[in-house]
């Protein structure tokens, strides 16, 4: 097979989350051990580092990545799901796994993924340890595909453990309560492993990790208790802020500045400098500028697009790929803070989502273009639209998130401004990402 028979041949052969939601979903890691023994179990072969959580875990996930690769080591870095291409889920150093790697791996483990039917991810998860061990990574940063316990990635023993926060998402798979959630995301703790939480939450939550990481032995650091992140302005499209600690009460990273401009990152920072500073009382070598040049050119390093991305001027465009609710609180309050003008929401959602509460996020004065992604998931636009106007939301129903951004920078005077989101394919639809 060449490389698109091979694409085509995984995303026929194997359940896709991403399209097909719940029929995808294949909660355990038998599969997945069972693969990467028949590969020699190369998850062994390199320290990584393991990132989970509710919303920032690839954010974070670039940022450590980007940071490694400025002090110079080489990195790898799988995330998931991809945008555009679905090399994007598997970098080293921020190149794509080769077209010719993905053909040979399939070919030589084809008998193997008949036999055992495992997912499309878990097979992308097999792939993407075999290809770090091969291309001898000095560290792999692993990013969680869904709650933690039973994710695909949690066969691996880590150096360091993150979990970025908690809110309610994937409640049909997780659990309906923040304490169910945080007990799934609290699988990723292992024995004696040093775990970072970056945000504390509620008192409830927070048990929930403590209690896991004091049964397991496994030293626990919460990022917003370490460090106080104050914001300070935006200088040449990055956000400058200084990194407090709060024990010594030193501005340990003045003008710090990151490229990640979503005010979100605001939080996940803490645990990013937490993981930094555990990576370099471990030995590994991280100057201060490294730390400045990886996390003001985290895009340019690891190629991540759609985090609180500017795509445009007069009118200004945001696209965000926030998808539950606590992401799309996060991002709107950030839209309407820079917004001026008219306030235009190009907008549309996967039908298994909360959409009722997310929709009640919006402002009532926007304009609103509702679409729907290319995807099997996605909920009709026309549905979309339907449902808004229940909640005073008026607008134009598209059948794709192209044809509504043209409607609403044709219809914007230069002084407006337009978020584009709801779901992260719709972001990855735009033609111009």
């Known amino acids: 097979m060449n490389y698109q028979g091979t694409l085509d041949y995984l995303y026929s052969r194997l359940p896709v989350f991403q399209n097909i939601g719940a029929r995808a979903f294949k909660p355990g890691l038998h599969t997945t051990q069972e693969l990467c023994k028949f590969l020699g179990d190369p998850q062994n072969d390199y320290p990584t580092i393991h990132i989970g959580g509710t919303n920032g875990k690839g954010s974070t996930s670039h940022m450590i990545a980007a940071v490694l690769q400025e002090a110079g080591y080489r990195v790898g870095l799988y995330t998931s799901p991809h945008l555009k291409d679905f090399r994007e889920r598997i970098r080293v150093n921020g190149e794509f796994v080769t077209e010719d790697f993905i053909i040979e791996f399939v070919s030589e483990n084809k008998s193997n993924i008949e036999r055992l039917s495992p997912s499309f991810f878990e097979v992308t998860v097999a792939m993407a340890f075999s290809h770090f061990s091969k291309e ?109 600690d709060k024990e ?38 991280i100057s201060d500028d490294s730390l400045y040049n990886g996390l003001s050119s985290v895009v340019q ?30 991002a709107l309050e950030q839209f309407v803070s820079v917004a001026t003008g008219a306030k235009r929401f190009v907008i549309g959602f996967v039908g298994d989502k909360d959409i009722s509460t997310m929709i009640q996020l919006f402002p009532t004065d926007g304009v609103f273009y509702f679409c729907q992604p290319s995807n099997m998931r996605a909920l009709e636009s026309t549905e979309l639209a339907n449902l808004a106007s229940t909640y005073g939301l008026k607008g134009t129903a598209f059948s794709n998130v192209n044809d509504a951004l043209d409607a609403a920078i044709a219809e914007s005077h230069p002084s407006d401004t337009i978020y584009v989101g709801g779901s992260t394919f719709v972001v990855a639809d735009i033609k111009d990402l």
């Open 248 to 285: 010594s009460l030193a501005n340990i990273y003045p003008a710090l500045r990151l490229d990640l401009t979503g005010a979100y990152q605001l939080k996940n920072l803490g645990g990013v400098i937490s993981a930094v500073k555990f990576l370099k009382n471990q030995g590994w070598s």
């Open 301 to 330: 390093l690891t190629g991540l697009k759609g985090r609180w991305q500017k795509l445009g001027e007069n009118p200004a465009i945001y696209c965000d790929t926030g998808h539950n609710t606590a992401g799309l609180t996060s």
């Open 136 to 244: 001898h990574v000095d560290i792999a940063v692993i990013e969680v595909g869904m709650g933690g316990r039973l994710d695909s990635t949690n066969i691996i023993t880590p150096a360091l453990a993150l979990i970025i926060n908690i809110s309610l998402d994937h409640t049909q798979y997780l659990g309906d309560t923040l304490e169910k959630i945080a007990v799934e995301k609290a699988g990723i703790i292992k024995l004696g492993v040093p775990i970072i939480i970056s945000e504390r939450q509620v008192d409830s939550v927070n048990a929930v990790f403590i209690e896991a990481a004091n049964r397991l032995n496994a030293p626990i650091i919460f990022g917003s208790e370490a460090y106080l992140i104050q914001k300070k302005r935006m200088v040449d499209g990055l956000m400058e802020v200084d990194v407090i």
